[in-house]
């Protein structure tokens, strides 16, 4: 699935050939318990000094990115995409190195609730920079069913599980934006005629969250890892 293009259902948008399964698997999937979670060590590099400096990612992390309505949180999510790589620990020192297990990195990047202008711009830049062959990409557009991204991380996540703990690669997936995600549960809450929460979101939407987020992550005895670093546009800009 590296290098291939899917909309939010995981349908093939690429023209390429159709998808052969190794493996079906749930895309609901699960979190991971806490007793089997692996101490994150080693880094993931994103090329940006502000982030690798101050906000260091280990592999296994999940780190959100706020942002609010008209500022760069796309072009940050396509460099990061354009530049990351595994910083491998050396061993018997605290010493880290660039390079380390490059074959093994994986990017699994979902867009959820995206305007075509957005989609052609992150399709456009992974393709001419050279990043394609390592990113899977999933787009789920404004004007596609809301349903359907509710389920695109969930597809993201799992494909990026079989490669980290089926292929032994270390993924970093990234979601954006996630605020859509919760703007389509909200519409379908409303739908279903639940009692609603504040600001109209269903009371359960930080559970429905937490089985997202909580399946990044390191599993003792698997050599893949699971990264996060899901986008987030504020409401109101954050103000309230």
């Known amino acids: 699935m590296l290098g291939r293009i899917f909309n939010g259902s995981g349908k093939p948008i690429d023209n390429g050939p159709p ?3 190794e493996a079906y698997l749930d895309i609901s999937g699960s979190s991971i318990n806490p007793s089997e979670r692996t101490y ?3 880094m993931i590099q994103t090329g940006i000094s502000t982030i690798d400096v101050m906000n260091s990612i280990a592999r296994g992390q999940k780190i959100p990115l706020f942002s ?3 500022l760069p949180h796309n072009e940050i999510a396509a460099q990061i995409c354009r530049q990351a790589g ?3 620990r050396l061993e018997n020192s605290g010493k880290h ?4 297990d490059e074959d093994n990195f994986a990017i699994v990047f979902a867009a959820m609730g995206v305007n075509m202008e957005t989609a052609q711009f992150f399709k456009r830049d992974f393709e001419e920079n050279g990043s394609m062959e390592r990113v899977t990409l999933f787009l789920n557009l404004a004007n596609d069913p809301t349903i359907e991204r509710i389920i695109t991380p969930r597809i993201a996540l799992t494909t990026a599980e079989y490669l980290a703990y089926e292929c032994g690669k270390h993924v970093l997936v990234i979601l954006t934006d996630m605020s859509s995600y919760a703007d389509a549960l909200r519409e379908v809450s ?3 005629e ?3 929460g504040r600001r109209g979101y269903p009371g359960y939407m930080y559970t429905d969250l937490a089985t997202i987020y909580e399946r990044a992550g390191r599993i003792e005895g698997r050599k893949g890892s ?3 670093i899901p986008i987030l546009t504020m409401p109101n800009d954050g103000k309230s």
């Open 19 to 21: 998808i052969l399964p």
């Open 190 to 192: 409303a739908a279903r």
């Open 194 to 196: 639940e009692v609603p």
């Open 40 to 42: 994150p060590e080693e």
């Open 226 to 228: 699971i990264t996060q």
């Open 68 to 70: 609010a309505a008209g």
């Open 86 to 88: 595994l910083v491998k």
């Open 97 to 100: 190195k660039e390079g380390g």
